[in-house]
Structure formats: C-alpha cells, structure tokens
C-alpha cells in the first residue's frame, strides 16, 4: 500500500526499516502486510481545546488496531490563540496552519504512511490538517476535539468572550477573577462561533471528518466511541483508496462556502478555503463567496449571531442538520466519505427548525453571515461579517485615524481618542505585512467594551477571530505591504462602509492618491529571520487563501510570485 509499492516493507532491502519499526515496539507480521497509519495528534498541555487529545487518540489508535492497521501516532505543533491575544506574537497564528501542514507532510512522507487519522480542535490548528490532507492526497480524515461546554456565572451562561467584555467595562480584579473560574468549564474548543467550531463543523463538508461526529461536545463519552470508530474506518479508506482529491471537488467547496455563510463562520474560513482550493488546483475564488452571500442567509444562531453555543447546534442536529437545511441550495451530487452522496446522506437527516437552526425560508437574518466588500480601497476583496454589525452601522460614513499595528489602535481606544464617528484603520497587519496576518483582538475587544462598535468603524488588511462585533472589515487586498490603498490613508480621510450594497471606500480624490503614492516607499520586513519571514516571502495574498504556497495553481493560473 506504500507509495513505493509492497516491497518497501518487505524483502531484504527493507531490513533497515524494519528493524527500526521493531525496536519501536511493532511486530513483524504487523510491519509487513498492516497498513500504516499515521495519526497526527496536536496535543497540547496549555489549551483546554488540545489538553485532551491523548484520550481521543488512544481511542482513534485502537479502531485502527481493531480494523487491521498500525497506528503510528506523532505529534504535531499547537497553540492557543487566547494565550498570545494583546502581544505581538498573535502573528504566529496564522503561519501555524502552514507548520502544521508541513509537519504532517514531512512526517508523512518520510515515513511512508498509507493513510492519516489526524486529531485537532483549534482555529489554524485543524485548518492546517485540513490542507495536509489537500496536499499529501492519500487516504485522509480528521477527528475533532469537540466543544467546550458553556459557563455560568451569577446565574446567566457564559463563555470565554465575556471576560473581555467584564473588564473592559471596569469590572475590578477580583470579579474578573470570579469569573475566571466559571466561564471555561470544561476541555474543548470554545463554545461560539469562532474559528475552531467553524472549521471543525467545516470538516464534515470537506469530507474529512466523520458524518454526525464534528460538533460532539468534548465532555461527552460518545466523542470517545466515535473517534474509535474513525480509527476503524480509516482503515477501510486505505484499502479502498479514497483519497481527499476523490472527495474535494469544486463542488464540494462551494458548498463550504454556503455552510460558511449559513452559519455565519468565522471569517478566516474564507481563508482556509481558499488556501484548499488553491492546494487541489480548483478554481474557488473570492467571486464565489460574493456569489453564495446574494443567495445563502444565516440560519444559525450561535454566538455571536445570537445567543447559543455550538453544543446547542449539536443538539439541534450539528452540521448535518445545517446541510439539510441547505438541502435545496447545496450540490447534493457530491461525494462523502461514506460512498454515498450528499443527496442520498441527508435522505436520513430529520431536523426542526427553532431559533438555535432555522430553515433556509425562515432564516435567523436576511443577510449572509459573510460578506465580500470591493472599493478602491480594497479592489481584490475585503471581508465582513453582517451578522455582527449593528443596524446604524450597515452603511457608516466616518474619519479614518490612522495607525500601523493593533496595539496603538488599542492605546488610543483606551486613552479616549477615538470618538463616534471615526473609522479606525489598521495597516501593515497583512500576510506580509505582520508577517501572519496578526488578528485584531484587543482593539475589536475595547470598541465592543467601551460600547464604541455601535458608532466608530474599523478596516484593516489583517484579521479577526470569530467573535468580533460591529463595522469591522478585514482582509483588505492588496495590503499596505503590497502598496495596496490603505498604506495611503492618512487621517482625516473620510471612509465609506457598506454593508448593504457591499463596497469600503476611500473618499479622496485621484489626484491627491498619485501625489502620496509617489512618495510611497515599501518598509523592510518586520521579521528579518525565522518561520515569520519565509512567511512574509512566501505567503500568497489573502484572497488566494495567504498560505505558503509560491508555486502555480495550475496551467490557467500564472504565478508571478518571485522568491
């Protein structure tokens, strides 16, 4: 089953590998006529999304071992967006998906596994098995670390986001503390609709994760049996050679960015898609979410589109159930991983619409739950999320004050200078620009805990997590680092955004434009060694996904990148 057939565990020739599977506790028959699956674990002690991977993985090793496989389990890097939040290292996050894919690929391909069972719960964690699988195309899947049950504190549910929101609004120390202790009851990815839960309910859509099983809550025990049952199938992927390329099509993406906008995603999803497209060669691009937000409202009612947590959606019938609700829209002719198609899966799928999923007539809002804005100020696409934004700011009109990083963003909504009005703008936070594409935690946290998201509006090149409230566009394209518009504004610039007709705009005439652009001069690279500045040279723009991929998609997409 190797990729250099039979012989490479067998015969003579193969002694050396041989013996070093021996010495590693394996038995020869095993070696020998066993398919070898690696199993990619991103444990991790310091998050209580991947502190408990060990249990699952011991489970996936197991249904490995019962179908007639060997597990080869290794381990692969992991980090908690939460712990770097306010520091300039918040940058490292999105290169994560991109380490964590070429640790799999390595590994991978030095040892020769038939197939992947990978195990991962968080953000750009999970996003990085998913373009492992994309690039490595051998039998693939992901088993995900579920969610975090809610808190409750004085009475009324909580989770991780209302920290924030408790001291910005001037709680003390020791009522901040209070809450520490209820608000993260459990392991698990947090409990709203953020990155993790995104691409982790994505996983289904993708064909990566087991039907039914994403949105499993990490306190329940059926998470156990389930990535039991993963082991074992993946086995049965193996011998039936079903790889990702089998099950990826351009058909099934699209339907990843209906999911996407019917849940109202995170926005880096945007990202993870468009990097796997670009990986698997399909032509998926920034048009196609512009496309899918005229056609697909948010019908999910998870935090921050509304009031429930994930482990309500799972209850409500997790991304099963938010597929058949789609069921009219989505292509239902498409693959999974069960041999069956998506028309004939959800034959068996019954769900009720209620306020935590609604059906696609009776949706939760009458808008996407991602948007793709244009303009001059952000020509290749820029993104935001509708649901989050408050009524009197779906169109804003405002005066940009200017800054190069969050941090000062941040020092000036704290210190009081940003008023109603103004629309903050956030520059060389970019792919390139960061490096990493750092995510605008602490200054969309302050407008949210001053209660500015109603009146002051924010665009930047970077990014946001998937809690994020108010005006806020991210993803602007091409960024400051590139030249694109916005390393232009200067402050007093009046700023249009939005939201309804779908453009963020730059009031300021031509010929004022060429006059700064002429005195325009590109900065070196923040980061002058490391993973952050191969990042920088290699990465690819936001609206192909900004992951390192510096070759050609295909024949019909020429690539200029120069290393």
């Given amino acids: 089953m190797s990729l250099y057939g039979p012989e490479f565990w067998n015969g003579s020739k193969a002694a050396h590998r041989r013996v070093m599977m021996k010495a590693a506790g394996y038995g020869d028959k095993d070696i020998r006529s066993k398919p070898h699956i690696g199993v990619p674990n991103s444990f991790h002690e310091g998050s209580p999304g991947s502190a408990h991977l060990r249990q699952i993985a011991q489970a996936v090793k197991e249904g490995i071992w019962a179908a007639g496989g060997i597990p080869i389990e290794f381990g692969i890097p992991a980090t908690c967006g939460n712990i770097p939040n306010g520091v300039e290292e918040m940058k490292y996050e999105q290169v994560m998906r991109d380490l964590v894919c070429m640790s799999v690929e390595a590994v991978t391909r030095v ?3 038939d197939g992947l069972c990978m195990i ?33 504190h004085c009475g009324k549910q909580v989770v991780e986001a209302d920290i924030d929101i408790a001291r910005f609004h001037g709680e003390n120390e ?8 209820c608000v993260c009851p459990s392991f698990g990815a947090c409990p709203s609709m953020g990155t993790a839960n995104t691409m982790q309910l994505m996983g289904e859509v993708f064909n990566l994760v087991l039907p039914g099983t994403a949105s499993i809550p990490a306190a329940d025990n059926l998470k156990l049996r389930k990535a039991r049952e993963a082991g074992s199938y993946m086995v049965e992927m193996v011998k039936k050679n079903i790889r990702p390329s089998d099950l990826i099509t351009k058909e099934t993406l699209l339907n990843s960015i209906m999911f996407d906008m019917a849940i109202a995603g995170s926005t880096n999803a945007v990202l993870h898609i468009l990097s796997m497209a670009y990986e698997l060669g399909l032509d998926v691009t920034m048009a196609d979410f512009e496309v899918y937000a005229k056609q697909i409202p948010c019908i999910v009612g998870v ?12 209850q409500a019938g997790g991304a099963m159930g938010v597929m058949k609700m ?18 004939e899966m959800l034959e068996k799928v019954h769900v009720t619409s209620t306020d935590v999923l609604r059906s696609i007539d009776n949706p939760l809002y009458n808008e996407p739950g991602l948007m793709v804005l244009r303009g001059n100020l952000s020509p ?7 649901t989050g934004v408050p009524a009197e700011m779906k169109v804003f009109k405002g005066k940009a004050k200017v800054f190069d990083n969050d941090t000062k963003s941040f020092q000036a909504i704290e210190r009081g200078e940003i008023v109603a009005g103004d629309v903050i703008v956030i520059r060389y936070e970019g792919c390139k620009g960061a490096p990493g594409m750092k995510e605008m935690m602490l200054s969309t946290d302050a407008l949210v805990g001053y209660n500015l998201h109603k009146c002051v509006g924010l665009v930047t090149d970077a990014r946001f997590s998937g809690f994020n409230h108010g005006a806020i566009v991210g993803h602007v394209s091409p960024e400051a680092y590139d030249g694109g518009l916005i390393s232009l504004v200067e402050d007093g610039d009046e700023i249009i955004v939005d939201t309804v007709k779908g453009f963020v705009e730059l009031m300021v005439s031509e010929e004022i434009i060429a006059k700064r652009r002429a005195n325009w001069v590109c900065p070196p690279l923040k980061e002058e060694k490391g993973c952050l500045n191969i990042f920088a040279r290699t990465c690819r723009p936001a609206e192909d996904g900004g992951a390192m991929q510096p070759w050609a998609r295909d ?9």
């Fill in 111 to 113: 040892h020769q596994f």
């Fill in 326 to 343: 789609l069921e009219s829209k989505i292509f239902t002719n498409v693959p999974t991983m069960t041999g069956k198609t998506w028309g």
């Fill in 120 to 152: 991962a719960s968080c953000d750009n964690i999970i996003a990085g098995t998913y373009l492992a699988a994309a690039r490595l195309d051998i039998p693939s899947m992901v088993v995900t670390g579920g969610c975090m049950s809610a808190g409750k």
């Fill in 555 to 563: 024949a019909k997409f020429k690539n200029d990148y120069k290393l």
């Fill in 380 to 386: 290749n696409g820029a993104i935001v999320r509708p």
């Fill in 174 to 181: 020791e009522e901040v503390s209070i809450m520490e202790e």
């Fill in 303 to 314: 935090i921050p589109s509304g009031p429930y947590t994930v482990n309500e959606l799972h």
